[in-house]
């Protein structure tokens, strides 16, 4: 059987050269970046050229990343760091509704600690719009942190304008760029933000290893307390192979960046374009132009995710949903209902995620399996059934 | 994706008695698309027996299951008979739900219940359609 993964947003495989690099810090070359000796020089030499490699793919200086142990664990960093390190100008916050569940939940426990939140909302497209942004920083605000791009929808967000605007009002601007570091280009001070989150196994590099920066002079409080390490910042013996991998994934996105984007957004405009018109009642999430490359999502009107899922698996095709049956919390995407939708569409999302080995006849192959299944998920179903009653009566 | 037994695999792939009955004896619809399932049941009632049971099921891969299930385990019955299946024993037959899916996905027997009590309702009533 045809196998076709279709999941990149969840993870991206390792990338050959990137393991490569990576097995000399799983075999000979164990030392430890903090020892004076000859093991603990090469760790570390090899630790700061991946700091070097990841600085440039976002025109950073390598000074100012930190490695972190996921995105999850950069964006915990930065929500509560720099609001904690700012607590005594003021103890407001602004996030939007779509943000990741690691910087909406780490905002959602400054509010524990007595700081307060604004939740900005997005439009139909999954769209922060910057004069929200601007009505909600108050004279205490410390932090603003609004993602990149969405994961789930693919919607790219006005990043400058919004960081901007924090600028004006001298509030620190974090973005979550999980999606995009590696993916897309990405400048740190052109973009004019404080802050950036960002993840290995989103470009080919591991699972397990991340980088947070924060831009000279931002003050942020430390994550884990102990030894020196990343400044003192986030203590805890580095996890050197995972990091090279890291610094490897990062060199080779940024050189191949535009032929990568190139193909992934052939890939993903085919498969917006011709899943609709082959599939009938089946809207597009998220920005039609301003989205992700390689990011196509859907909602399947009338049928649940999970079902799609799964019967997808047992063709070879591997997707991801956002319906309530496939969290395991069982709620439907924070995404997709603040973005307006319904519960009972919602539960139809289908999002597919393009990689660097897909090609043009997956494609033909995920619309040759899909419409079947689809089919055959309606004909079970009593929404459609009230549809196509409905329409026919009327 | 949830861990689902073999059983509910085989039921969600090929699932039984899928549709509608027309001019059913009985319908009993349950949950909301917020929770994330819904399910209707139709049957069609013989000498106090369920001679036939159909379904049609929005949700996940364990809804699909637990409604082919429940069809399977009514059809045949008496009312009576039919009336005692519980989620428990329908999750039993399924060799097991994944605990989170228990409530939410297992809403069959409630459904057949339903579609029963609309049969006796209207009976009661006279036999009026």
Known sequence: MRKVYLDNAATTPLLPEVREAMLPFLGEDFGNPSCLHSWGDVAREAMEDARNQVAQLIAADAEEIIFTASGTESNNFAVKGLALAQQNKGKHVVVSAIEHFSVLHSAKTLEKWGFELSLIPVDKYGMVSPDDVRKNLRKDTVLVSIMHANGEVGTIEPIKEIAKIAKEKGVVFHTDAVAVAGTAPVDVKELGIDALSLAGNQFYGPKGVGALWVRKGVRIIPFLDGGVQEGGRRAGTENVPAIVGLGKAAELAKANMASRTEHLTRLRNRLLTELPSKIKHVVVTGHPQDRLPGHASFCVEFIEGEAMLMLLNSQGVAVTSGSACTSRALKASHVLIAMGLSHALAQGSLLFSFGLDNTSQDIDYVLEVLAPVVDRLRQMSPLYAKFTKTSKGG | ?129
Do not use: W
């Open chain 2, 1 to 129: 994706m949830p861990v689902y037994s073999e059983k509910v695999m085989e039921h969600f792939m090929n699932p039984r008695n899928v549709g509608e009955i027309e001019n059913p004896d009985g319908v009993g619809e349950v949950g909301n698309p917020v929770c994330g399932d819904m399910m209707t049941f139709y049957i069609k009632v013989k000498d106090n027996r369920l001679e036939d049971v159909k379904f049609k099921t929005f949700g996940c891969g364990a809804a699909i299951a637990v409604s082919s299930m429940v069809s399977e385990m009514a059809k045949g019955k008496t009312l009576d008979e039919a009336m005692k299946i519980t989620p428990r024993a329908v999750a039993d037959e399924l060799k097991g739900l994944p605990k989170q899916k228990f409530h939410c996905s297992n809403l069959g027997a409630q459904a057949l219940n339903k579609a029963i009590k609309d049969y006796l309702d209207k009976k009661k009533g006279g036999g009026k359609k």
